[in-house]
């Protein structure tokens, strides 16, 4: 967390990398682009113009606003868009080998809270005012993919310790942690990020994913009975 520029630099280089992968439109993958590395080098949103985009990105100005309307909802949707290919970048590191509960925990919130840290509070605050009234998960649309993607892998690795768990169950654990971040990004004095904050939602995922009978088998947690909904409650 004391390194958010060179976390900043290795997130834009991968989500670079995905976004060639899964954008099919052309225009809207040279506009992507063009955002990743302009917004990845602002210390504000307001630093980027449009003017810089369309040269950036070798379209038109008139190019840009049929794509996207104003600025803010190209913002919007590059936000959208980089969360979604985080998601897309977890899924290929997270099936390149089996893990168990204790890596997978450690390494989803990781990945995850590192990929949050690339992006400023003001710049999400300012997102959430404007288009807030979508709802918590069209504002965060990667979320139903992410959450396939952790039931999908809990369900090959089963053998390695992990809970039986619907993708329901996943689901609403991963709304959670979204949840969470985002209000301890909004207010006059955000909260995020946080060593405390990070650690304490690994050890509930660790809690949540893993076998109770793993647990106590291998007592691979000092904390017994570790679950997600002993953090949760208290």
Known sequence: MSETDLVTRVWADEIAKAASEHIADSR?????LAGIQQYANASSLSEVKIANLVKQAGYSQSTFFRLFD??????????QLVSQLSAEVYAQKLFAKPRPPLEFAEFTINLFYSADCTIPNDWVATLWRKYGHLGHESFHPQLTHISRTMARYIEQHKALGYNELPVSEVHA????????LLESRLGATPSFPQVRQARRWKDMLFGFVADKD?????????KPG???????SS
């Open 214 to 222: 793993f647990l106590d088998r291998r007592a691979l947690t000092g």
């Open 70 to 79: 104003n600025l803010t909802k190209y913002q919007l949707r590059l936000y």
């Open 28 to 32: 809207w993958e040279a506009f992507a």
């Open 173 to 180: 654990v991963v709304c959670l942690y979204e949840r969470e």
């Open 226 to 232: 570790a679950s997600f909904m002993k953090y949760y």
